[in-house]
């Protein structure tokens, strides 16, 4: 089973980005389940979502404590939620954010981390360019499908297209994409190294 804990604010797409993931896994083949967990549901507020992805029925039920992958959709939560609580040291790393890990105060702790794990893309940005909206989760799910591949980019399509129609998932689609494309050409650079 692999688990991917989403933290981010209210307002941010964190659940619909986690059901989103669950439905990309479940149009690969997976068996998938995506719920969140918060308290006050104010635009701006703490949210986490969580999302489980297996080859067999899952019948956990409880929030992830110890994730595969991290996905951070405010960088502002860095230093304020423990949101690499339970996180092993050969798990994933996505943070939507323009800075790398050491200009993020992030360099000793993930110095230990596989370095194909850890990954920062605009996410905002490319929301922003392609939506018009500052709405991170699909191109981190675009991101995240690189990173880890454990679902396609069709498989991403397919569930932007299910949340989602005409221009705002046509630009949805269009922001996964980039963040795909910048994944790999990370991944790229990485491998020269």
């Known amino acids: 089973m692999f688990q991917v804990r989403i933290h981010g604010r209210g307002g941010q797409g964190v659940v619909t980005g986690a059901e989103m993931l669950s439905i990309a896994a479940f149009v690969g083949g997976r068996h998938a389940q995506a719920f969140p967990s918060f308290g006050s549901e104010r635009t701006g507020a703490p949210v986490v ?14 929030p992830i404590m110890q994730p ?10 860095l230093h304020q939620v423990d949101v690499f609580g339970g996180l092993r040291r050969d798990g994933y ?12 105060g992030l360099g000793d702790f993930v110095k230990d981390f596989r370095p194909e794990h850890l990954l920062t893309v605009p996410a905002t940005e490319l929301a922003m360019k392609h939506v018009g909206r500052p709405v991170p989760n699909v191109p981190l799910l675009g991101a995240f499908a690189a990173l880890c ?12 297209g299910q949340k989602f129609s005409g221009k705002v998932a046509q630009g949805n689609c269009a922001a996964a994409r980039e963040a795909y494309d910048i994944v790999i050409e990370q991944e790229k650079k990485v491998q020269h190294v």
Do not use: G, W, Y
């Open 49 to 62: 979502a969580f999302c489980r992805m297996d080859d067999k029925e899952i019948r956990l039920r409880e």
């Open 68 to 77: 595969d992958a991290i996905i951070i959709q405010d960088p502002t939560l």
């Open 93 to 104: 790393i996505l943070i939507n954010t323009t800075r790398s890990f050491d200009e993020l």
């Open 149 to 160: 591949a454990l679902i396609s980019l069709d498989a991403v399509h397919a569930a932007i």
